[in-house]
């Protein structure tokens, strides 16, 4: 298993909408729809921002959206704010009870 | 609202075994699956396997050889063992929740991780 590609950052101005690839293959993310992303702050756990590739658990703001195309899945974040600035990770089920992550997203609010 | 809680030996030496426990409350033990997900220093996630309330386990086939991970379900705890550590294994490790939803005779195993553990830094160094 080889990591998801995510590219290393993105940024944007507030207000703006950034969106995060993540690559995978036919056995990853193109062979089933059970993507999904979370944001990381320093020094903090991980926390669940999409699930099942475009649903949006309690809490989330309807700022952040999913979506997958063949072997690639996408985060947007739309009217970037300050407090969206993180490192976000893609994840997608792989198979045979496993799982593989993304590369990781730094993203930047200029 | 579940919630967890780990904790664990921080450092460790080449060769020893690495061991880490991971509390559940506030919600169903047997409604979920559990995850061990670990971080090297400033590095993405990896897998590690998962362990539901019966003791069925996966694990990722990397780690497979050097990974137990146990349950205790009379405590609500479930636990990480990864033998023979080397450096490569420094990292931040966290528990993570799997829910478990049931239609009927149908199970349903949630494929993401919410809620985390606070992460476990342990370091391996002679």
């Known amino acids: 298993q080889s990591a998801l590609t995510q590219p290393r950052s993105v940024s944007g101005s507030p207000g703006q909408s950034v969106t995060i690839s993540c690559t995978g293959t036919?056995?990853?993310?193109?062979?089933?729809?059970?993507v999904s992303w979370y944001q990381q702050h320093p020094g903090k756990a991980p926390k669940l921002m999409i699930y099942?590739?475009?649903k949006r658990p309690s809490g989330v703001p309807d700022r952040f959206s999913g979506s997958k195309s063949g072997n690639t899945a996408s985060l947007t974040i739309s009217g970037l704010q300050a407090e969206d600035e993180a490192d976000y990770y893609c994840?997608?089920?792989?198979?045979?009870?496993?799982?593989?992550f993304g590369t990781g997203t730094k993203v930047t609010v200029l | 609202q579940v919630q967890l809680q780990q904790w664990g030996a921080g450092l460790l030496k080449p060769s020893e075994t690495l061991s880490l426990t991971c509390a559940v409350y506030?919600?169903?033990?047997?409604?979920?699956?559990w995850s061990w997900i670990r971080q090297p220093p400033g590095k993405g996630l990896e897998w590690i396997g998962e362990?539901?309330?019966?003791?069925?386990?996966n694990y990722n086939p990397s780690l497979k050889s050097r990974v137990t991970i146990s349950v205790d379900t009379s405590k609500n705890q479930f636990s990480l063992k990864l033998s023979s550590v080397t450096a490569a294994d420094t990292a931040v490790y966290y528990c993570?929740?799997?829910?478990?939803?049931?239609?009927?005779?149908?199970?349903?195993?949630?494929?993401?991780?919410?809620?985390w553990g606070q992460g476990t830094l342990v370091t391996v160094s002679s």
């Open positions: 506030g919600g169903s033990f047997s409604g979920y699956y």
């Open positions: 994840c997608s089920y792989a198979g045979s009870y496993s799982y593989v």
């Open positions: 362990i539901n309330h019966s003791g069925s386990t």
């Open positions: 099942d590739v475009s």
């Open positions: 036919s056995s990853d993310v193109g062979g089933y729809n059970y």
């Open positions: 993570a929740a799997q829910r478990i939803t049931i239609f009927g005779v149908v199970i349903l195993k949630g494929r993401w991780f919410d809620p």
